[in-house]
T-cell receptor, first 114, second 108 residues
Framework: DTGVSQDPRHKITKRGQNVTFRCDPI?????LYWYRQTLGQGPEFLTY????????KSRLLSDRFSAERPKGSFSTLEIQRTEQGDSAMYLC????????????FGSGTRLTVV | RKEVEQDPGPFNVPEGATVAFNCTYS??????FFWYRQDCRKEPKLLMS???SGNEDGRFTAQLNRASQYISLLIRDSKLSDSATYLC?????????FGQGTTLQVKP
């Protein structure tokens, strides 16, 4: 499979727990993006990487959120001390350059905080 | 004001109908424009890019009006399989900005 892979597909966690999601982009894509989507809304930008460098973080990304892409390949998104408001679909996407050709999204990780 | 605005719908149309979706964007410096399709509980997928001169892909036609900062998508001869949410997308430095999406339901 040469698409974008995300793991896990679903995560249910108790409030206050930490969770970590993984994204494996298309191998030749140097840009990787994280978005969050809630019901009835479009994807909201969280952060993006060019290779291993994190170039931008949205104000939506509070101090409880951290993302890494240590070797410029896969990326992880960690949420510490989860809150019910963190419940959402977390989407990862990758692209070759600035995204002028569009993104390829993974299937997403659906997080439910109970 | 949202950077990309769309009417969320839903648009309920019979099979065979022609339907049009509109979208406005706030950043006049935007250079790239797209329509994405998102099926229920699935990831967004690129439907088509939008070019200044307008472009067509089968039953789908996209138009861009830079002066009015307005993008449209026309679907002719709607099929049941066209039922989905259509996301208007505009580039910003380093990333893409998505609209809320417009939901289309095609009825038999």
């Amino acid at each position: 499979d040469t698409g974008v892979s995300q793991d896990p597909r679903h995560k249910i966690t108790k409030r206050g727990q930490n969770v970590t999601f993984r994204c494996d982009p298309i191998s030749e894509h140097n840009r990787l993006y994280w978005y969050r989507q809630t019901l009835g809304q479009g994807p909201e930008f969280l952060t993006y990487f060019q290779n291993e460098a994190q170039l931008e973080k949205s104000r939506l990304l509070s101090d409880r959120f951290s993302a890494e892409r240590p070797k410029g390949s896969f990326s992880t998104l960690e949420i510490q001390r989860t809150e019910q408001g963190d419940s959402a679909m977390y989407l990862c996407a990758s692209s070759l350059d600035t995204g002028s050709g569009g993104y390829t999204f993974g299937s997403g990780t659906r997080l439910t905080v109970v | 004001r949202k950077e990309v605005e769309q009417d969320p719908g839903p648009f309920n149309v019979p099979e065979g109908a022609t339907v049009a979706f509109n979208c406005t964007y706030s950043n006049s410096a935007s250079q790239s424009f797209f329509w994405y399709r998102q099926d229920c509980r699935k990831e967004p997928k690129l439907l088509m890019s939008v070019y200044s001169s307008g472009n067509e892909d089968g039953r789908f036609t996209a138009q861009l009006n830079r002066a009015s900062q307005y993008i449209s998508l026309l679907i002719r001869d709607s099929k049941l399989s066209d039922s989905a949410t259509y996301l208007c997308v505009v580039n910003a430095p380093g990333k893409l900005i998505f609209g809320q999406g417009t939901t289309l339901q095609v009825k038999p």
